[in-house]
């Protein structure tokens, strides 16, 4: 069954010019471009986004960081895009990351890792929302 979820690319990965590198990892992995924008978040929308870390100890470097420069929204389809993305782009911390996955291939570490991907179906839904309408994302499922 078709999927679809949501990836993000971080500012590490558009300051180092690898947008184009990691969306052809993307595709050749069988995913689908359903919908991409380019953004600038601000420390609220960051901190909204990521509110389920917000006791954790990293949570402020990770607000600080996703706000430094632009990011890439994707919204990725395939079949069980979720589980296959987090395959494909390998463990948050390069250092443990498969050979030849996204993280393993271009992130410079555990902080700093290139992408985020929604790690379940139903926060792939709620993140998906967060980032793209219902009418920029149509249902061709």
């Known amino acids: 069954m078709k999927e679809r979820t949501l990836a993000i690319l971080k500012p590490d990965c558009v300051q180092n010019n690898l947008i184009g590198d ?3 990892k993307l595709l050749e992995a ?3 471009i359903v ?15 990521y509110a389920v870390h917000k006791e954790r100890p990293f949570y402020a470097e990770l607000v600080d960081f996703m ?5 890439v929204p994707l919204a990725l389809e ?5 589980a296959e993305l987090r395959k494909v782009i390998g463990a948050t911390d390069p250092a ?3 050979e030849g996955t996204v993280r393993k291939l271009f992130a410079e570490s555990k902080g700093r890792n ?11 839904q ?4 967060f980032f793209f309408s219902n009418r920029e994302l149509i249902d061709n499922m």
Do not use: P, Q, Y
């Not at 919908?35 to 986004?49: D, P, R, Y």
């Not at 706000?67 to 990011?71: D, F, L, P, Q, Y």
């Not at 290139?114 to 792939?124: F, K």
């Open 22 to 24: 990691v969306l052809k």
């Open 30 to 32: 069988g995913f689908t």
């Open 35 to 49: 919908g991409m924008k380019m953004v600038k978040l601000n420390k609220a929308t960051a901190g909204e986004f």
């Open 67 to 71: 706000t430094e420069s632009r990011i």
């Open 78 to 82: 395939r079949e069980n895009a979720v």
């Open 96 to 98: 443990e990351a498969e």
């Open 114 to 124: 290139i992408i985020h991907a929604s790690d379940s179906a139903e926060n792939a």
């Open 126 to 129: 709620i993140e998906l929302g």
